[in-house]
């Protein structure tokens, strides 16, 4: 499946994010890299993309600010019409429930607001090239995992997703989500020491069906593409897990 366009892609900089623009640019996508702080992984990313023969720009951001993700949409369109946004943004500051009215509202804002303010500046695009969203989630959705603060947020995105996928359907835009469990990445090594550190049970107590326990970020990124590309799925939650959520 072949994406035609500019690619936009939040979190860019890190492993995952990073991962996504790859793909996308192999699937023909000029991308548009959205970063924090990270400009070296954001200039990894984008030479990833450029070895695929793909334009790629980098823009710093903030996707909390409203200010700040329209400009990361002014910058995407500049590379071309837009087609795909995928926020990828996301942060985990684990800790136990004491500590979690202090940490609840930087996760909802950067993991819920975040995906809400740049899609809202993305759409008007989107509807002219009929295209799509993808949302990364996790299965801290749908098991309770890591804390309860980063368990909210991504519970969150899965109603983004699915009430915009009800609201753009009429105008040919896609949304959908990936929900990946445990990915070899740093931020997932932080959550295990802080997992263990707590005795909490979260999804690293839990088997997938597979014999190993980590997907790889290119892994997410396949899933991504899948899920930008294919023209007749939309509101479609797809787990990358290893069969971790089966019931």
């Known amino acids: 499946m072949n994406i035609e366009g500019t690619a936009l892609v939040t979190g860019g900089s890190g492993s ?34 450029e070895s695929c023969g ?4 980098i823009v710093q951001a903030d996707v909390t600010d409203d200010d700040d993700a ?10 071309g019409e837009l087609s795909v946004l995928v926020n990828a943004a996301g942060i985990a500051t684990p800790g136990p429930i004491e500590e979690a009215p ?32 993808v949302n990364v989630g996790s299965v801290a959705a749908d098991l309770g995992t890591v804390d309860v603060t980063y368990a909210a947020s991504k519970a969150g995105v899965v109603g983004v997703t699915r009430a915009l996928a009800r609201e753009l359907g009429p105008d040919g835009v896609r949304v959908s989500a990936v929900s990946p469990g445990p990915v070899d990445t740093p931020m997932d090594d932080e959550i295990t020491e802080s997992l263990e550190a707590r005795r909490f049970r979260g999804h690293h107590t839990v088997d997938t069906l597979l014999d190993r326990y980590e997907a790889t970020p ?30």
């Not at 699937?27 to 990313?45: L, P």
């Not at 793909?54 to 720009?57: G, L, N, V």
């Open 218 to 247: 290119e892994e997410v990124a396949t899933a991504v593409r899948f899920l930008a590309a294919h023209e007749f799925v939309t509101g479609e939650i797809l787990h990358v897990d290893g069969g971790m959520t089966i019931d």
């Open 54 to 57: 793909r334009d790629a720009t």
């Open 16 to 49: 995952i994010g990073r991962a996504i623009a790859a793909e996308l640019a192999g699937c023909g996508a000029d991308v548009a890299i959205g970063y924090h702080s990270d400009k070296d992984g954001a200039r990894r990313a984008a030479e990833a993309v």
């Open 102 to 133: 202090d940490r609840i509202d930087r996760a909802l804002s950067t993991n819920v607001a975040g995906v809400v303010a740049v899609s809202a500046a993305a759409v008007p695009s989107l509807r002219e090239t009929s295209g799509a969203i």
């Open 70 to 79: 329209s400009t990361l949409v002014e910058r995407a369109t500049e590379l």
